[in-house]
């Protein structure tokens, strides 16, 4: 070959180089199954959602395919009770140790998408599960997959807080004001917060003020907010009312705990009354 030859091939060579595409990227095959859970941090007869997705990659049609959801470290049968279930033809329910949806026959190339809804046990031991999920069908099971960390706390603690009242009468020119002095005492043994106490006192009394509740106007009740209790720490909250000059018998006044977080697990202690008397508006004993 001459010299000509053989530099027409070369530069032919060079083109044809530089017009030839590039082999695209192979996409990431989708996973044959797959979750998210939430909330990832759960107590003790507390509930959580685990959403699974299972995926068809084979070319022919799995029958009967099924979302099934295992627990690595333990049994999740073992440590959670099924709720409800979404997404299924056919009720869920529990295969040995795991927890399985029906979905029918999954076409290749299709997707399923399952929500199981749980309660841990109130027995269930804290610690971390790690979720695994697997696409089973009557024809064919694909390989169990790792999937999301669900972490199981201890039962919150409660914070039992304790109602006492006590009422004072103070004479004056004018008549008796009672200055009533509700404290919330907080026994434990965890920490209190938005705590609301409700009180209401008799016909014939008058709303005289408070630096501590509020009062409806017309109304005969009063609500005390406190916005946190330690455990161990008490609170004390007042208001007072006077009677009627011409107020004659007795008269009780009641408060009541009616909110606080966690929930005051002994409803026993979280009502207190004090019963005064009235001869005149200007004769009072409590």
């Keep these: 070959m001459n010299s000509k030859r053989r530099t027409l091939c070369a530069a032919l060579a060079a083109v044809a180089c530089t ?9 990431a095959d989708e996973p044959t199954s797959s979750a998210t859970v939430s909330p990832a941090t759960v107590a003790q007869g507390a509930t959580f959602t685990v959403t699974e997705q299972i995926h068809n990659s084979q070319t022919f049609t799995v029958t009967g395919a099924k979302a099934a959801l295992y627990g690595a470290e333990r049994s999740l049968v073992d440590l959670a009770d099924l709720v409800s279930c979404t997404g299924t033809i056919a009720p869920c329910g529990a295969l040995g140790s795991s927890y399985r949806g029906g979905v029918g026959d999954l076409a290749a190339g299709e997707s399923r998408t399952v929500v199981f809804t749980f309660r841990v046990k109130d027995t269930a031991d804290p610690g971390a599960l790690t ?5 089973v069908g009557d024809n064919f099971a694909f390989e169990t997959v790792d999937g999301p960390v669900l972490t199981v706390t201890g039962a919150p603690q409660a914070a039992d807080i304790k109602v006492s009242l006590n009422a004072t009468a103070t ?19 965890a920490d209190a917060s938005a705590i609301r106490l409700s009180g209401t006192f008799a016909n014939g009394l008058l709303y005289s003020g408070s ?9 005969r009740t009063v609500t005390c907010d406190v916005a946190d209790l330690a455990s161990g720490a008490s609170k004390t909250v007042k208001f007072a009312v006077v ?15 009616t909110q606080s977080t966690p929930a005051d697990p002994n409803a026993a202690d979280d009502t207190a009354s004090r019963t005064c008397s009235a001869l005149t508006g200007l004769l009072v004993r409590c």
Excluded: E
Aim: glycine share 10%.
């Design 19 to 27: 017009i030839l595409p590039a082999a695209p990227a192979l996409a």
């Design 131 to 135: 979720l695994r999920t697997q696409f």
């Design 171 to 189: 004479s004056g020119l004018l008549g008796t004001k009672i200055t009533y002095t509700a404290t919330l005492a907080n026994t434990g043994p």
């Design 211 to 219: 630096t501590d509740c509020t009062h409806p106007a017309g109304s």
């Design 243 to 257: 009677p009627g000059l011409l107020a004659v018998g007795p008269f009780t006044t009641t408060v009541q705990l």
